[in-house]
């Protein structure tokens, strides 16, 4: 099986990477892409995020071998609905959305008997939108796939080599793992930094003005995480909220631990925990999933 065609429903960041990407790195396959923004349509004309921005999903689908849906997973069994009855009977329907198992009920449900192989790639930034979108946002980062059982072997080498050709590193995981794993680290961490910038604007004996003025390292980096677009976070504690109460309730227990720690002065404990935890920072940067630099890479 081969993807010449692919179809783009969603123009934000992730979209319209997917159709930069495509047009730096695998020229020869078509595009074409539709969101419901009338707004965002005409921001994706101007910048070219794919070879044609069609006025319906109906017609952005009719041709294609690939479509993927880069909407809010909260949205993504409209958006199925929508092109249900105008999608090629050999098109792939896969997603990027941050959480799976929902994923997966929502496409089987809306449309049924078609090939249904959900995929996240592990990537993105704060920003969001038309003019987010840049080419190698995928290059070197992990491209989750989440096929069901019976998914056609065709399709999904064909699927694992589309995101190959985009610069991922593909993998294959059970749906529910998959939401586990990243409940730990993407959910929770956003939850926390969400969390955190709030009560950090709700203090009664420090102003707004001050928190913002004098913002240390740590919040800092917390405050472009809470910056996430709002509608999709939404979405994915709403869908994935199982594997996040799961690990919100280790996470408090973990939390106490520590609180007990402080109350009574071990700092044992407390040494032996930071430790390890900078132990993990190295790996993930000896994995190439971050920059050693200082102050994470930036320029001053």
Not at 45 to 68: H, M, N
Not at 138 to 146: K, P
Not at 240 to 245: E, F, H, P, S, T
Request: hydrophobic share 45%.
């Amino acid at each position: 099986m081969k993807i010449e065609t692919v179809a783009i429903i969603g123009l934000g960041l992730l979209g319209g990477s997917i159709g930069l990407a495509i047009a730096q790195r695998a020229p020869g396959i078509v595009t074409t892409g539709y969101d419901r923004d009338e707004a965002v349509r005409a921001a994706a004309r101007e910048r070219g995020l794919v070879g044609a921005v069609c006025e319906s999903a109906a017609e952005a689908v009719a041709k294609a071998d690939l479509v993927i849906l880069c909407v809010p997973v909260g949205a993504m069994e409209a958006a199925a609905r929508a092109i249900a009855e105008h999608l090629p009977q050999r098109a792939i329907i896969s997603d990027v959305g941050s959480s799976k198992k929902s994923v997966i009920e929502a496409l089987s449900a809306a449309l049924p008997g078609r090939t249904i192989i959900p995929a996240h790639p592990v990537a993105g930034t704060e920003q969001s939108g038309p003019q987010a979108g840049f080419a190698t946002l995928f290059a070197g980062r992990w491209c989750i796939l989440t096929p069901p059982a019976d998914a056609d072997p065709a399709a999904l080498e064909a699927l694992s080599d589309f995101w190959t050709k985009l610069g991922a590193r593909v993998e294959l995981m059970d749906a529910e793992h998959h939401d586990l794993v990243l409940a730990v680290t993407s959910h929770i961490p956003h939850l926390i930094a969400f969390t955190i910038v709030g009560t950090a604007s709700d203090l009664e004996d420090v102003t707004r003005s001050e928190v913002i003025k004098y913002s240390a390292g740590g919040f800092r980096d917390f405050t472009r995480i809470a910056a996430s677009d709002p509608v999709m976070w939404r979405d994915v504690f709403l869908n994935n909220k199982g594997a996040v109460l799961e690990m919100l309730g280790r996470f408090t227990e973990d939390l106490t631990a520590l609180q007990r720690a402080i109350r009574s002065g071990d700092g044992e404990t407390l040494h032996e925990l930071f430790s390890r935890t900078r132990a993990i920072r190295r790996e993930v940067i000896d994995q190439g999933q971050d920059d050693e630099k200082p102050d994470f890479g930036r320029e001053h």
